[in-house]
């Protein structure tokens, strides 16, 4: 873990990722959390955390992100930036749940992807996937194979 | 529930939803799913099917269709189409899992809200929400106030 | 759908559901719920909801009493009841939410498996789970084959 | 991360994972996945992993373990055995995925609790909770109060 305060490239991805905080759904919780994903590409995914009554369909900000990238077709990833709190609080550090870290897992190189965590003040930690997730359990454990169950036949 | 050979502005919402599973990420299930859903406001989002090896995080094409709207502040709908088939094999009528069924459930009039399963040949059926989740559990179950706790303070 | 006051039978499915609904874990929404399992072979498996923080984990009723037994390698159920309400409120009908009927929907027949809704008077709806998902998206949908991808090999 | 040969105590919780392994429904990705949880009275709750044709239903093994205990009202917890493999193979070292990382996280000490990853042959590894889930987005992000909105009424 690093902590610095951001550079100009990083608050781009900051200010991004707090424009998507607005967005947030979260009439439950009241808990706000914005997302920006960076791509290798240079190209920036946004997303906000989106409740559900029944609480287990909520879809993290993290989340939303990713699935609009990869919906798209978009499936190599540099960054996040992650800013969270309750609505009309400061901005304090706020990790993303383990879910989130999961989906990461599936898509980001444990070693390389960065995670940014920022403050109101543009205070950041910056983690690699591989030190929020070690011992990660990803595709590699399940995969047997890459072909297609349909060229067996 | 109705069913009926598609008239051009539902195939068009389905063109859309195909043309979405072609970015299905299922190297789990090799069953690919793609969704168009279209705003009050006519515009259309679309999404596909993601999976994950933890298979809990896995996000259905439903869900990445109102994910991606909603993240722009977009919460007014009126339909949804819905494809998907095994890889290679042609569409047959599939279903949204209970998942995706609770998540509109979220943001649509049950008896508003149309849901449209398609064949290969346009084949088409369409329900209401409420046909497909009667007596669902909704916001209104749980939201005992809209009012922000920080205001309670 | 049918609706009548529970009899001696289904009311000891009801008292179990309201017991185990004594153990909910629910600090972030207040709404409490538990529901009772019977298996084929008569016993019965109880749950009650279980939120996390993050949302996305938590785990209802239902699905909580369906895990146990499974888990103990009880696989064939005839019905389920579930009681739900704010804490304090009376209990009033409360529908499954969309994950619960799709996991009732991985086990059960869905025009034989019946699930009860009670009030605090014991009045009961009793639905089948084909009349609260139709539709339904399940294992015929996905599993191609029923053997191992290990004797592929 | 500490790496021995389990000793008898840890021995037992092994075995029980194993032998819950055995109960594993998972006809998706026939990997099957075991889990004890040591309460810190000493009792022993088991679980497997249960897939869903829908994918995001399914639970965890460490899950099934945790909702069985809290559903009994017991929620003070010492430790896991987690053991899996695909059917028919050698157990690895098998991490647990980010879902079930949470939700220790809600109910466990990150510095206190500990995870328990096993081989075939005993050769196990033990983390703490904090070592698998720095960072954790816990109960203490987003609960402003501890009282009921009933209360406020």
Redesign the interface.
Known sequence: MQEFYADQDIKVLIDAARA?RS?S?S?????QVGAALLTRSGEIY???N???????????AE??A???A????V?EFKAIAIVGA????PLT???????????M??FCDPNLFRIF?SQDDYLT?S?TLE?????????E??????T???E?A
Not at 86 to 89: F, G, H, R, S
Not at 141 to 146: G, Y
Request: net charge negative; hydrophobic share 30%.
């Open positions: 998507a967005k759904y009439p439950y919780s009241h808990f946004t997303g906000c989106i409740e559900s009554a029944s609480f287990s369909p909520t879809n993290c989340r939303t990713f699935f609009k990869v919906s798209e077709g499936m309750l609505e009309n609080q550090f706020c990790g993303p749940c383990g879910v989130c870290r999961q989906v897992r599936e965590l930690r983690y030190e929020l997730l070690p011992e990660g359990f990803g595709p454990n399940i995969l047997i194979e890459k297609s169950p349909m067996d």
